[in-house]
C-alpha cells in the first residue's frame, strides 16, 4: 500500500546548505533593491544599472510629481482666510449671488505593462474641456511609437484630435490640456524584437482612467 521509500538522513538538506541558500536568498534581495527597486521608486541609483535600464528617470519623475502634489497640499494649507463683506444696507436690493464652479476632483495614478514585439496598448481618460493632467511616461527594455490624441463624445467617424506623436522614443512628460469633453489618453507601440515595459503616472483632474487596448 505504502510504496514511497522514505529519504534517509544522508539525502536531507544539512543546516549548513540550509544557511547557505538564505543567505543567497538575501543576496539576491539586496542586489534587486539597489539596482531596481530603489531607482525605479526614488531616483536612487548607486550602481548606474538603473540609469542604463531607464528606471532611475522614471523613480524621478515620480519623486518630482510627489514633491510637486506635497507642495500644491502645502501652499493650500497656509492661504489665508477669507473675511466676510459686510452685509448690504436693506435699502439697497441685494446682489444676485456670483455662480460658484465646483472644484475638479484631483486623482492620480501609476501604472506599468508590457508590450511585446509589434503589439500595442491604448490608455485613456475621461476628462472635461480645459481640465489639466500633468503626466510622464518611461519605457524599459526598449523604446517605442506614441500618439496622444482625444476624442469628444460621440465623435463623428475618422474624426481626430492629437496633442503630440512619437516614434522611438523611450520617454515622455508634460501637461495635457482637454480640448473638449471626452477621452484623452495616449497610444503605444512596440516596434522592437524585444519585450518593452512602460510605466505611465498622471496627476490631475480626470474622472477615470482606462486601457482601451
Not at 521608486?41 to 510637486?68: F, H, N, Q, W
Not at 509589434?118 to 472635461?128: P, R, S, V, Y
Not at 493632467?133 to 500618439?147: R, T
Request: charged share 20%; aromatic share 6%; glycine share 8%.
Amino acid at each position: 500500500m505504502y510504496n514511497t521509500d522514505l529519504p534517509t538522513r544522508a539525502e536531507l538538506p544539512s543546516t549548513g546548505r540550509l544557511l547557505k541558500s538564505t543567505a543567497v536568498a538575501l543576496l539576491i534581495a539586496i542586489i534587486l533593491l539597489i539596482t531596481v527597486i530603489l531607482p525605479a521608486e526614488y531616483g536612487i541609483d548607486p550602481t548606474g544599472i538603473g540609469g542604463a535600464l531607464g528606471l532611475a528617470r522614471m523613480g524621478e519623475i515620480k519623486v518630482a510629481l510627489a514633491a510637486e502634489a506635497n507642495s500644491v497640499e502645502t501652499s493650500a494649507a497656509a492661504a489665508p482666510a477669507v473675511i466676510p463683506v459686510a452685509a448690504v444696507p436693506a435699502a439697497t436690493p441685494p446682489a444676485p449671488p456670483a455662480a460658484v464652479e465646483p472644484t475638479p476632483v484631483t486623482r492620480q495614478h501609476t501604472q506599468s505593462f508590457t508590450l511585446k514585439p509589434g503589439q500595442a496598448a491604448e490608455i485613456k481618460l475621461d476628462m472635461k474641456k480645459d481640465a489639466v493632467v500633468k503626466y510622464a511616461w518611461a519605457s524599459a527594455g526598449g523604446v517605442v511609437n506614441f500618439d496622444a490624441h482625444g476624442d469628444p463624445r460621440n465623435a463623428p467617424k475618422d474624426f481626430y484630435h492629437g496633442y503630440g506623436k512619437g516614434r522611438g522614443a523611450a520617454e515622455d512628460a508634460g501637461e495635457l490640456r482637454a480640448a473638449f469633453d471626452g477621452s484623452h489618453g495616449w497610444f503605444w507601440r512596440n516596434r522592437s524584437e524585444v519585450p518593452v515595459t512602460i510605466t505611465l503616472t498622471t496627476d490631475g483632474a480626470y474622472e477615470a482612467i482606462k486601457r482601451v487596448l
